[in-house]
């Protein structure tokens, strides 16, 4: 079941924020974000495993709570390098598959 | 660390010819999988595997798609005979057991 992200897309201005959310409705073992510039392959920014946790990757951080199979990445004081579009892939049930689905992306602009 | 390798980086055919893509994984890696990328369908999980036998083929679209991985250094995705629908990109990705997912550059396919 594929994940749902919203929004489809959004417009920064540098140094603005963003939310960018995930929403599955099957159970889930773990949420990865994944970044993919136009013209390339998408690049893993972080895995979060159930159990509610919080991580954070310099100005990009994010949440997963497992109850509402959701997930949200976070942007913050974003930069031009951040634009580009954004996946969560979701792996489903008691995991130790690396099997991921792949929601349908939320594609980031900032201008500067 | 040359990352995955695939092969040919473009493929461009006509509608009835076969299609075979390469893919070269990680030295190390223990999963392999190839997504497809388009603009209506985003990026399908086609198949995956895990020490070199076919886990998952579900997402594989029809018969006339085929994957074979003969050992852990290399894997096919092979469509005979191809249509002009399977125009996408493809990824292949290996990973370590449940580790992030290492994506290859793609192959941009064609097929007129």
């Known amino acids: 079941q594929q994940p749902v992200q919203s929004p489809q897309a959004v417009i920064l201005r540098e140094g603005e924020d963003a939310v960018i959310n995930c929403s599955s409705s099957?159970?889930?073992?773990?949420v990865h974000w994944y970044r993919q510039k136009h013209g390339e392959a998408p690049v893993f920014l972080m895995i979060?495993?159930?159990?509610?946790e919080q991580k954070g990757h310099e100005k990009i951080s994010a949440s997963f709570n497992e109850k509402k199979q959701q997930s949200s990445l976070y942007l913050t004081a974003s930069q031009l390098s951040y634009s580009g579009t954004y996946f969560c892939?979701?792996?489903?049930?008691?995991?130790?598959?690396?099997?991921?689905?792949f929601g349908q992306g939320t594609t980031l602009q900032v201008k500067p | 660390d040359a990352g995955v390798i695939q092969s040919p980086r473009h493929e461009v055919t006509e509608m009835g010819q076969e299609v075979t893509l390469r893919c070269k994984p990680i030295?190390?890696?223990?999963?392999l999988f190839w997504y497809r990328q388009t603009m209506m369908r985003g990026l399908e999980l086609l198949i995956y595997?895990?020490?070199?036998?076919?886990?998952?083929d579900s997402g594989m679209p029809e018969d006339r798609f085929s994957a074979k991985m003969p050992n852990a250094s290399f894997s096919t995705l092979k469509i005979q005979p191809s249509e002009p629908r399977d125009s996408a990109v493809y990824f292949c990705a290996s990973s370590l057991s449940t580790s992030p997912l290492h994506f290859g550059n793609g192959t941009r396919l064609t097929v007129t």
């Open positions: 892939g979701t792996e489903e049930g008691s995991g130790n598959t690396g099997k991921l689905i």
């Open positions: 030295s190390g890696h223990n999963s």
């Open positions: 099957k159970a889930l073992y773990s």
């Open positions: 595997f895990n020490n070199n036998v076919p886990i998952d």
């Open positions: 979060l495993l159930k159990g509610g």
